[in-house]
T-cell receptor
Framework: GQSLEQPSEVTAVEGAIVQINCTYQTSGFYGLSWYQQHDGGAPTFLSYNALDGLEETGRFSSFLSRSDSYGYLLLQELQMKDSASYFCAVRDRDNAGNMLTFGGGTRLMVKP | DGGITQSPKYLFRKEGQNVTLSCEQNLNHDAMYWYRQDPGQGLRLIYYSQIVNDFQKGDIAEGYSVSREKKESFPLTVTSAQKNPTAFYLC????????????????FGPGTRLTVT
């Protein structure tokens, strides 16, 4: 089986930097992705890491350490619109087919 | 504009009734997925399909059924056998492939919020 752990809630102030961690346990691993979901909305794809290191896309960056089974999403220059839930997701090699397993999500609240 | 549509946005049903949720995509994606999301929870995979006329069970397929007769369409039926059907249902699609960004970049529809009383 597979499992993903991420904090349930994080609070930060506008303009700050916040890091959302994700640890995973899988028998196989193809990569880690991150999705953003605003309340009542559809998840949207943010990033994907298959190799160790940092991937930067504008204000958002994502990091992966395969040896530590760990990754994080880094949000810089926080804006009020970044208030949302963030999910990490992995694919376990044992799954037959292209199934993704999502973490429980981290609710980010950005305060003025 | 390409995208995924789900209808209706809100759906109310009486217990014991089957209900079918619609999902249509015009992104020319081979793979389609159905997820269930409960309040404050992550997404759990119900069914997925990598190609027309083929689909696989996900983690929580009991009480649900699907069909994939056309590439564009992947309807989900919530049957009376599903013990707790009230939830937010999300349909998604992606390009086909077994690894890499193509798999991880899933495109989601706006969702259908089903309430069964």
């Amino acid at each position: 089986g597979q499992s993903l752990e991420q904090p349930s809630e994080v609070t930060a102030v506008e303009g700050a930097i916040v890091q959302i961690n994700c640890t995973y346990q899988t028998s196989g691993f193809y990569g880690l992705s991150w999705y953003q979901q605003h309340d009542g909305g559809a998840p949207t794809f943010l990033s994907y890491n298959a190799l160790d290191g940092l991937e930067e896309t504008g204000r958002f960056s994502s990091f992966l350490s395969r040896s530590d089974s760990y990754g994080y999403l880094l949000l810089q220059e926080l804006q009020m619109k970044d208030s949302a839930s963030y999910f990490c997701a992995v694919r376990d090699r044992d799954n037959a087919g292209n199934m993704l397993t999502f973490g429980g999500g981290t609710r980010l609240m950005v305060k003025p | 504009d390409g995208g995924i549509t789900q209808s209706p946005k809100y759906l109310f049903r009486k217990e014991g009734q089957n209900v079918t949720l619609s999902c249509e995509q015009n992104l020319n994606h081979d793979a389609m997925y159905w997820y269930r999301q409960d309040p404050g929870q992550g997404l759990r995979l119900i069914y997925y399909s990598q190609i027309v006329n083929d689909f696989q069970k996900g983690d929580i397929a009991e009480g649900y059924s699907v069909s994939r007769e056309k590439k564009e369409s992947f309807p989900l039926t919530v049957t009376s056998a599903q013990k707790n059907p009230t939830a937010f249902y999300l349909c998604a699609s992606s390009r086909s492939g077994t690894s890499g960004r193509r798999l991880y970049e899933q495109y989601f529809g706006p969702g259908t919020r089903l309430t069964v009383t």
